[in-house]
């Protein structure tokens, strides 16, 4: 096992979706074996756009923890645990607050941009304009060195690095610079063929049942030249194919054959990847139903998490408290 040590999260704003699956946690998975892993749910940034809904935040963290369970997240290998436990992550916060100037803050795109996505959400806040703050945060309590994340959060690491470079010029060498590692972008896009996101209501949960995926896949939009089944299709500008480019890929060839040769029709075509995407949702979701029958379970691994996190967390605090004069 390498020297590198990886952080990341996820906010417990809905249920995972087939996105988080190929965007995140399959990946995750890999690097349980190749470094040393702290993955945390991070109710700390969901409440900061949720605070709206207090009844979903602790449900969220605990279907969260679930599914990365069921989808090969280890705890003996891996320590995962709730941002909340671990109190040193706002001490970290308000201390990296002090050294952070709002200008940063304030030039982030991905919070310009959020301020205009998310209208409906009153983000006007002080809490969300250092949401990359309490990131850096997340981050440097661990003295992570790589942190896998999606291109939209590469303005966050960015200015991670910019805090730990001020505060290692201020005081002491004491932090690393972290590193990206850039999850490919997943070419799957929602039901609608927009971002598959919690927020456009077009994902498809990892916990659905045989029925709601079939009856899900049955409303994705098709090549509108396949009205009947006779009009030949262009899968190349069809959703449901791209589906089966990234779940059915052992049949891709026939799929293509079946649409441009309108031998099959798009109902058939859609049951056809439905079935691939239930086959691989089953395994987990038999673990999870476990899980759901065995909550002490998830207790018990969250507060050993937490217990680890926190191991290594108060360890940092110590000597930042002591280097900055508190
Ligand atoms: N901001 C991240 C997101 O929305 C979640 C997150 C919080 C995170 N803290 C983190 C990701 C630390 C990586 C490292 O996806
Ligand atoms: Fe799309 Fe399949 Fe219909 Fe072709 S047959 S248009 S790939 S759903």
Redo the contacts with the bound molecule.
Sequence with gaps: MSKERI?????PTGMLHLGNLLGALDNWKKYQDQMECFF?V?DW?ALMSEYKNPKDLKKFTIECVKDWIAFGLDPEKSTIFI?SDVKEHLELAAIFGALTPIPWLERNPTYKEQLQELKDKDIFTYAFLG?PV??AA??LLYK?TK????N??LP??ELTREIARRFNFLYKDVFPEPQPILTQMSRLMGLDNRKMSKSYGNMIALSETEEQIQTKVKTMVTDPARVRLKDPGHPDVCNVFAYHQIFNAKQVDEVRAWCEGATVGCTDCKAKVADQLVDLLKPAQEIRKELDSDEKKIEEILAAGAEKARKVAQKTIEEVKGLVGL
Excluded: E, F, N
């Design positions: 952080l990341s999260g996820m906010r945390m991070a940034h941002q949401y309490l990131q997340d981050i992570a942190v896998p994340v999606g939209d959060q966050h690491l």
